[in-house]
């Protein structure tokens, strides 16, 4: 059967990279002593697969990754178990079964939201949330992305679904996944080229909240938590 | 929530940053107000090689299972954030609790290879504590130095408060007693360092006058005060079984050299092989019971998560109950995902048939390690490998469908001629040869021998402690006539060979074999900007001559020189159990090409059954 875990990254375990998180999670299961499938030959791995990695630096609270297990307790202890053997810096949030005919986590991300807050003493200066409706009122917003063919000129502009600045932050809905991965230090760095506004990436710190899955039909977005598609085992 | 030594800004600027956050799982958290001690554990290198030494993982579980200390760890900085800290005057910190090394009680340094004493250096300097010993005042933790090199410890003397020479297990809690009645006592840190060095084990360099003949060797090593004993005893657990073993080692969270579950079968050896320093230092072979080690295998499984679990010792194939053990793992791991990462064993049924079950035959190698190209060398270096062996352990893999090979030798050793070299060359074509004696149609592809070559380095405590060192000239010669050789085989294209550069193999000689003098040359070259000479792309052998010629030290005086039988050597105030007589009676077995037999095969008296346990009690007669 296959489970997806969601699980929250915060403190200084920001600065484990992916692979490091996913290695650290296959360690996690076996010390929890659960039920996983293993792939078959000489060095098998876990059947495990992650909705969308997470950046070294970041901290999020909505980070989800699918398993394949054998057999599963509830999801009350298999989230005990699992919270059990946790460094500090992650916390195991939901363990749901996941419909039998359901697409994997990496292959559904539609959307993620972030909160960006500024580090003290980095805040740019007054009159920036100004700024920042100008900027996003616009039209279109265009930036130069590296690509494994050159550079590619995007508007960034369709893929922000809602934003809203705070005292010293800004929250956003996004496109996220395979099709539109918009990363918030993208479009930081558009509107600070834009706006003149000193905003170098060590300034302010990204924070994802949850990512989705989009299940609108006829062309209208109607974004759901990733661990909605599943049910909690009793 | 936990706190962290360096700010985001810096962390996030510079490679690796989860070298440095500490908070990985089982690693020890205490409340700093509630202990006595705190107790700064440091391998002086990287985070990822420090990470996977099993001896500071033991001493770590041993510390800690005491309420009234904290013990922590410390790595070497990498050069990108050692940069950082000296220009943010930022002081080294220890990952658990990430507050400075200088205000714990202890730095504890273990010391593995003679390649990274610059970096000792670096971890006192970004500490913000003296390097040299005599700097130091009641406001900073004593330095304390273990590990191999203590064996050797007179070019560090003047960095290190003391050393403890030998296994940690035995004496340091009485060490950490003492120092809680001295820091109650409010004595002066000579008071301290006097009581510490009657403890056996204990060496306190200062307390050692050291004169010098005009040729420059040793005239005589002598305490200063009663307390310090004229030799210091080698530490070695006795029992095997019945001592500390870390069942929940700290897992890293970035992969370290060592990923896995590390199970110490045992300790020592029995081969008595001439050159190996290890195999003299830790006698007597000591091993742990095999019911003991299927428990902590599993425990330590169920408490890392670990993915794979090796073996650890310094000949595998000699411990009693390997079949059982590793027949046990298979079953025991199999069915949960976890590999067995095999150590090299000798090439038998048994290994093949346990290689062929937790490795992929097509992708694995069959290792040997004759050490020397003809039998005549390796009755020299003692070391009870045949050709025969070799051919027959070989065919057999090949049949078994490998068709890899890797083979270990070293270059400079004592007598060696051309011809021993050369034979370096045929004993590989000798194994190609029998890869294709197997008919076509049942081979798969061509086989492949990897030969690889290292400088012997002689070494203190093994009977070639005498030996004349290789110049580098000499030593890169002798690595050409093997190219040479092999291009000269008939199956030239089934060997590759591979060898390394000799400017560094020279610098460790001269650490190794180095007297008191030779602790200037170690600042020099450190405060040159020499750091992690371990790792070649760091290595500034440039700035390490300049350094010896600005200390005015005879490079040759500790390399070619040829040293007389009664010479004292620096290290001789150890006492490592295999006695001074004994080392002696092998170097000259040695140049007499005449082999001495394994402890199993008969003891040969080499003076390390005083420590009363281990091999040396289960049998037998002696050798004549
Ligand atoms: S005393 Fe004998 S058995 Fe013991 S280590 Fe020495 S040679 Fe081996």
């Given amino acids: ?234 | 929530m936990k706190k962290s030594a360096l700010s985001d800004e810096i962390l996030l600027s510079i490679q690796q940053p989860a070298r440095y956050i500490g908070g990985e799982v089982n690693a020890c958290r205490k409340d700093k107000e509630k202990v006595d001690i705190r107790f700064a554990m440091c391998f002086p290198d990287v985070y990822e090689i420090g990470m996977s030494h099993l001896g500071i993982q033991i001493l770590y579980d041993m510390f800690n299972s005491r309420e009234d200390i904290w013990c922590e760890r410390v790595y070497a900085p990498w050069t990108d954030l050692d940069k950082i800290m000296r220009e943010q005057k930022i002081p080294l910190f220890a990952l658990e609790s990430q507050d400075p090394v200088k205000d714990f009680d202890f730095l504890g340094i273990t010391i593995q290879y003679e390649m990274c004493y610059t970096n000792i250096l670096q971890i006192l300097d970004l500490s913000q504590i003296p390097l040299e010993a005599s700097g130091r005042t009641k406001e900073h933790p004593f330095v304390i130095g273990g590990g191999p090199c203590a064996y050797n410890p007179e070019p560090l003397a003047e960095f290190f408060d003391l050393f403890y020479i030998g296994e940690g297990e035995t004496q340091y809690f009485r060490l950490m007693d003492l120092y809680k009645e001295w820091k109650k006592s409010g004595a002066s840190r000579e008071t301290f360092l006097k009581q510490a060095a009657a403890i056996e084990g204990i060496y306190v360099p200062s307390l050692y006058d050291v004169s010098y003949h005009t040729d420059g060797t040793i005239a005589s090593m002598t305490p200063i005060c009663p307390e310090a004993p004229k030799k210091v005893k080698k530490q070695a657990v006795s029992n095997m079984t019945d001592t500390f073993y870390p069942e929940k080692p700290v897992v890293p969270f970035i992969r370290a050299t060592q990923d896995r579950v590390v199970l110490e079968i045992q300790r020592g050896c029995i081969r008595g092989c001439r050159f190996c320093q290890a195999g003299m230092l830790y006698r007597p072979l000591r091993e742990r019971s095999l019911p003991v080690l299927k428990e902590y295998a599993r425990k330590m499984l169920a408490n890392t998560g670990y993915d794979e679990i090796s073996l650890s010792s310094l000949s595998s194939s000699d411990y009693p109950k390997l079949k059982e053990l590793v027949y046990f793992l298979i079953d025991e791991c199999g069915s949960k995902g976890v590999n067995i990462s095999l150590p090299s064993l000798r090439i038998d049924t048994f290994s093949l048939d346990v290689m062929s079950k937790v490795q992929d035959i097509k992708k694995s190698s069959l290792t040997f390690a004759p050490e020397a190209g003809s039998q005549r060398l390796r009755d020299v270096i003692n070391k009870g490998l045949t050709e025969e062996d070799i051919l027959t352990g070989a065919g057999q893999a090949f049949e078994g469908g490998w068709n890899r090979v890797k083979l270990y030798f070293m270059l400079g050793l004592p007598t060696e001629t051309e011809e021993d070299r050369k034979d370096i060359a045929r004993l590989a074509e000798k194994i190609a040869e029998k890869y294709y004696e197997i008919p076509k149609d049942k081979r798969t592809g061509k086989c492949q021998i990897v030969v690889s070559t290292s400088f012997f380095v002689p070494k203190p405590f093994t009977p070639f402690q005498w030996a004349r060192m290789c110049t580098q000239e000499e030593f890169l010669d002798r690595a050409y006539v093997v190219n040479h050789e092999i291009k000269e085989q008939l199956n030239r294209k089934s060997i590759k060979y591979n060898w390394h550069e000799a400017d560094v193999t020279v610098l460790e000689g001269i650490l190794a074999r180095g007297d008191r003098k030779v602790g200037a040359v170690i600042k020099k070259a450190y405060e040159k900007g020499c750091l992690f000479d371990s790792w070649s792309e760091n290595f500034r052998n440039d700035l390490w001559m300049e350094a010896f010629e600005a200390c005015g030290i005879d490079m040759d005086f500790y390399t070619t020189r040829e040293r007389a039988m009664d010479e004292k050597f620096p290290w001789d105030f150890i006492e490592i159990g295999v006695s001074r007589a004994f080392l002696e009676r092998e170097w000259k077995r040695a140049l007499e090409e005449k082999v001495t037999p394994n402890c199993r095969q008969g003891c040969s008296g080499c003076g390390a059954s005083v420590y009363q346990g281990g091999v040396c009690h289960e049998h037998t007669r002696q050798v004549p």
């Fill in chain 1, 1 to 234: 059967m296959n489970i997806r875990v969601k699980f929250r990254k915060y403190g200084t375990l920001k600065f484990i990279g992916h692979l490091d998180v996913m290695r650290y999670f296959q360690k996690a299961i076996r010390r929890a002593g659960l039920d996983i499938c293993y792939s078959e030959g000489f060095s098998p791995h876990m059947i495990m697969s992650f909705a969308s990695p997470l950046g070294v630096g970041l901290t999020s609270d909505g980070e989800y990754m699918d398993i394949r297990v054998n057999t599963s307790p509830s999801s009350g202890e298999a989230l005990a178990r699992l919270n059990e053997t946790m460094a500090e810096g992650m916390e195991v949030l939901s363990w749901k079964q996941l419909p039998a005919d359901s697409k994997n986590a990496m292959s559904v991300v539609a959307a993620a939201d972030y909160e960006l807050r500024f580090r003290p003493g980095y805040r740019p200066e007054e009159g920036w949330q100004e700024k920042f409706r100008k900027f996003l009122s616009l039209d279109q917003i265009l930036v130069d992305k590296k690509t494994k063919k050159g550079q590619k000129t995007l508007d960034i502009r369709p893929w922000i679904y809602q934003w809203e600045t705070n005292g010293d932050g800004i929250f956003l809905q996004v496109s996220a996944g395979s099709v539109h991965n918009l990363k918030p230090e993208l479009l930081m760095q558009a509107f600070g080229l834009w706006s003149g506004l000193e905003i170098p990436p060590s300034s302010f710190l990204v924070h994802r909240k949850e990512i989705y899955a989009d299940q609108g039909t006829d062309g209208r977005h109607r974004f759901v938590p990733l661990e909605a598609a599943g049910e909690d085992i009793e």
